[in-house]
């Protein structure tokens, strides 16, 4: 079963809102998550990594004040995408890895799909 | 992380074994080389890892080459639902895990 979840998997919001993305590691702790965007056939790209209790580290190019990451909880960390262009229409996915060998695998959310109108 | 190489797409028949080949030529001597497949509009789902052995689990079996310069993926039987991209990812004590394009693979009836 998933390990991962994420919510919501659809959002439409209007051109400048901000809509919020959770992503939740089930029955693990999760010291650090990672969020990714995806373009319609194109790869993952990694927008940034999410620490509990500390600030999200981003990947070159990423705002980080437009992709704001909260990561309150070993369980929950959270990208709200703020003042939201039709632009940032793409698909989010989450990712979390068991506690373990730095080896171990990633464990993905079934991502958001985000479309701004 | 070391960059991957990967044809963009591949074809297989039901049934039939599938070989996904992975270039890796900078991969330093820590690296894992890991796995993933994407079905349409889904996250990633990890298929198998490896460092320099052989290895072999219920959804893949992955070869490694001596030199660790490349790597294979091998289906054993294609099924419908094998469809899907696949990508290589030589993953480097960093923690993160970045995607190179992948290969597609359809698999035919």
């Known amino acids: 079963g998933a390990v991962v979840s994420q919510h919501p998997s659809r959002v439409i919001c209007k051109s400048g809102t901000s809509v919020k993305i959770e992503c939740r590691s089930l029955?693990?702790?999760?010291?650090?998550m990672f969020w990714y965007r995806q373009f319609p056939k194109k790869s993952l790209m990694l927008m940034a990594t999410?620490?509990?209790?500390?600030?999200?580290?981003?990947e070159q190019g990423v705002e980080k004040d437009k992709f704001l990451i909260n990561h309150a909880s070993l369980t929950l960390s959270t990208l709200t995408v703020t003042s939201a262009h039709p632009e940032d229409s793409s698909f989010y996915i989450c990712?979390?890895?068991?506690?373990?060998?730095?080896?171990?695998?990633?464990?993905f959310g079934n991502g958001t799909r985000l479309t701004v109108t | 992380d070391a960059k991957t190489t990967q044809p963009n797409s591949m074809e297989s028949n039901e049934e039939e074994p599938v070989h996904l080949p992975c270039n890796h030529s900078t991969i330093s001597g820590t690296d894992y080389i890991h796995w993933y497949r994407q079905l349409p509009s889904q996250g990633p789902e990890y298929v198998i890892h490896g460092l320099t052995s052989n290895v072999n689990n219920r959804m893949a079996s992955l070869a490694i080459a001596e030199d660790r310069k490349s790597s294979t993926l091998i289906l054993h039987r294609a099924t419908l639902r094998d469809a899907a991209v696949y990508y290589c990812i030589s993953y480097s004590n960093t923690g993160k895990l970045i995607f190179g394009q992948g290969t597609t693979l359809q698999v035919k009836p």
């Open positions: 990712s979390a890895r068991i506690p373990g060998p730095y080896n171990s695998p990633l464990h």
């Open positions: 029955d693990f702790q999760a010291t650090t």
């Open positions: 999410s620490n509990e209790g500390s600030k999200a580290t981003y």
